[in-house]
């Protein structure tokens, strides 16, 4: 093999070994581990009603999975009130809270509707 090849596949394999050591990390001890790390992946600012969750990636967000409705309902399902009025009842039914209510959006209330 080539010298200029075998420093290659060094670079290749020490890139991968670095970005595996990084994400074993962020599962293992949460977003805190590797500062400054959330800059780089925020897809935007969070709405004003979870502005209090900033820098707390893991109170939505599951390792490997994403966020799930039972992370949502979690927080939300204490507003009994809400889920008994009519036109929100239906809460209490849907499985995926993504579908209509978006974050990191900043302004206004998350929510993407299509009330057709």
Same mark, same amino acid.
Not at 25 to 49: D, K, V
Not at 58 to 84: F, M, S, W, Y
């Given at each position: 093999?080539?010298?200029? &090849? %075998?420093?290659?596949?060094?670079? @290749?394999?020490?890139? +991968?070994? %670095?970005?595996?050591?990084? @994400? ?9 581990? @590797?500062?400054?790390?959330? =800059?780089?992946?925020? #897809? ?8 209090? +969750?900033?820098?707390?990636? =893991?109170?939505?967000?599951? #390792? %490997? ?12 399902? &204490? *507003?009994?009130? !809400? +889920? *008994? ?10 499985? !995926? ?9 900043? %302004? ?5 509707? !299509?009330?057709?």
């Amino acid at each position: 093999m080539k010298p200029l &090849n %075998a420093f290659y596949l060094l670079l @290749i394999v020490a890139g +991968l070994l %670095a970005g595996g050591t990084a @994400i074993a990390m962020l599962y293992r001890t949460g977003s805190a581990s @590797i500062p400054g790390w959330q =800059e780089t992946f925020q #897809p935007g600012p969070l709405s004003e009603g979870h502005a209090f +969750l900033k820098g707390k990636c =893991e109170a939505c967000h599951t #390792p %490997a999975r994403g966020v799930e409705a039972q992370t949502c309902i979690k927080c939300h399902a &204490n *507003a009994a009130a !809400d +889920l *008994a009025k009519q036109p929100t009842a239906f809460h209490a039914t849907v499985q !995926d809270c993504r579908g209509c209510h978006s974050e990191h959006q900043a %302004a206004g209330r998350p929510t993407r509707m !299509d009330h057709a």
